[in-house]
């Protein structure tokens, strides 16, 4: 990137007029802990296009004031509304403040072309030019590859659980899922589909909303960021594993027929021999990280134990978290 930083933002940090071609929203997911990491990898760009990145923070982000002064070139954009959720102790209420970031931030975005990714995320160097690039073929949202970094087990394990389906070689095409970690969209395709992601994003929501108008998500294996989540810890890792499911199936079980819950809270306590296995043929199928995934598979099991649970609990209350059931 140029010495101001991406274009459209001057070097104080005040929004320039020119509008860029490409917006990055950063949502912080861990409090800011390792957002830096994702700042740098972004400034680092090689031939970027002019690209504003904008981080969408709360009070409950750490960090902020010494980030700004070391990237004067973001946009740090204040969503206040957020941070009561941030502050529940109860991940699955937190994460909803995560989604309102991720809203706050497409809507702020002025690009003709807007990515979503993640603080933990390091975008591959050419990831900027290669994504505006892509997006001269028609498709309303395309989705890339995400591969780990680092090597401790528990981190070969969370990057299988969220993140293995979009491991190299990735097949690319049209696709039923991509992964908010490594997104983007046609801002016309986004505006067309405002009511399913303006308050709240939701990547199933909005991604089968831009399928309802015709639009297509496609994959591309030259789009690469690579996870980074830092120390992890077991114990928080389990809670939000459940907390995850269970907002997942509470939701889903407001959605469904009775007859179709009934089946989703009978088959739930397969689910995680279902996960494990689903896991399993990937990584033999993708070949590249069999020794690690073997490393990792006590972890994996036990988190799809976890994940199972989570979604037995909520499919059967049909409560996306507990004692809140206006969520």
């Not at 494990?276 to 069999?290: D, Y």
């Given at each position: 990137?140029?010495?101001?930083?991406?274009?459209?933002?001057?070097?104080?940090g005040?929004?320039?007029?020119?509008?860029p071609?490409?917006?990055?929203?950063?949502?912080?997911?861990?409090?800011?802990?390792?957002?830096?990491g994702?700042l740098?990898?972004?400034?680092?760009?090689?031939?970027?296009?002019?690209?504003?990145?904008i981080?969408?923070?709360?009070?409950?982000?750490?960090?902020?004031?010494?980030?700004?002064r070391?990237?004067?070139?973001?946009?740090?954009?204040?969503?206040?509304?957020?941070?009561?959720?941030?502050?529940?102790?109860?991940?699955?209420?937190?994460?909803?403040?995560?989604?309102?970031?991720?809203?706050?931030?497409?809507?702020?975005?002025?690009?003709?072309?807007?990515?979503?990714?993640?603080?933990?995320?390091?975008?591959?160097?050419?990831?900027?030019?290669?994504?505006?690039?892509?997006?001269?073929?028609?498709?309303?949202?395309?989705?890339?590859?995400?591969?780990?970094?680092?090597?401790?087990?528990?981190?070969?394990?969370?990057?299988?659980?969220?993140?293995?389906?979009?491991?190299?070689?990735?097949?690319?095409?049209?696709?039923?899922?991509?992964?908010?970690?490594?997104?983007?969209?046609?801002?016309?395709?986004?505006?067309?589909?405002?009511?399913?992601?303006?308050?709240?994003?939701?990547?199933?929501?909005?991604?089968?909303?831009?399928?309802?108008?015709?639009?297509?998500?496609?994959?591309?294996?030259?789009?690469?960021?690579?996870?980074?989540?830092?120390?992890?810890r077991?114990?928080?890792?389990?809670?939000?594993?459940?907390?995850w499911?269970?907002?997942?199936?509470?939701?889903?079980?407001?959605?469904?027929?009775?007859?179709?819950?009934?089946?989703?809270?009978?088959?739930?306590?397969?689910?995680?021999?279902?996960?494990?296995?689903?896991?399993?043929?990937?990584?033999?199928?993708?070949?590249?990280?069999?020794g690690?995934?073997?490393?990792?598979?006590?972890?994996?099991?036990?988190?799809?134990?976890?994940?199972?649970?989570?979604?037995?609990?909520?499919?059967?209350?049909?409560?996306?978290?507990?004692?809140?059931?206006?969520?």
């Amino acid at each position: 990137m140029s010495d101001r930083g991406p274009a459209g933002v001057d070097a104080g940090g005040s929004v320039a007029q020119e509008r860029p071609s490409l917006s990055v929203v950063v949502a912080p997911t861990r409090g800011g802990v390792i957002l830096a990491g994702c700042l740098e990898a972004l400034a680092g760009q090689r031939d970027a296009p002019p690209t504003e990145v904008i981080v969408p923070v709360d009070a409950s982000v750490a960090g902020v004031e010494s980030l700004r002064r070391a990237h004067p070139e973001v946009r740090f954009l204040e969503v206040a509304d957020s941070a009561e959720l941030a502050a529940s102790p109860r991940p699955g209420i937190a994460h909803l403040a995560i989604d309102r970031r991720r809203a706050a931030g497409l809507a702020a975005a002025r690009g003709d072309v807007v990515a979503l990714t993640e603080e933990h995320a390091r975008p591959d160097p050419d990831w900027c030019r290669r994504l505006l690039l892509a997006h001269r073929e028609p498709h309303a949202a395309i989705g890339g590859a995400i591969e780990n970094s680092g090597d401790r087990t528990l981190n070969w394990a969370l990057y299988f659980l969220d993140a293995g389906r979009y491991q190299n070689p990735l097949p690319e095409g049209p696709a039923r899922y991509v992964s908010d970690v490594n997104v983007s969209y046609k801002r016309s395709a986004l505006e067309a589909v405002a009511p399913a992601w303006r308050e709240i994003y939701h990547e199933t929501g909005l991604h089968d909303a831009l399928r309802t108008r015709g639009g297509t998500l496609w994959l591309r294996p030259d789009l690469v960021v690579y996870q980074d989540r830092g120390a992890a810890r077991l114990g928080p890792a389990l809670r939000e594993r459940f907390a995850w499911a269970r907002l997942y199936a509470g939701r889903r079980a407001r959605e469904v027929p009775g007859p179709t819950r009934a089946m989703l809270v009978l088959g739930a306590p397969l689910l995680g021999g279902l996960l494990l296995l689903r896991q399993a043929r990937l990584a033999l199928v993708r070949g590249r990280h069999r020794g690690a995934f073997l490393r990792a598979l006590p972890l994996l099991a036990l988190f799809d134990a976890v994940w199972g649970l989570g979604e037995l609990v909520g499919y059967a209350t049909g409560w996306p978290t507990p004692r809140d059931r206006a969520c």
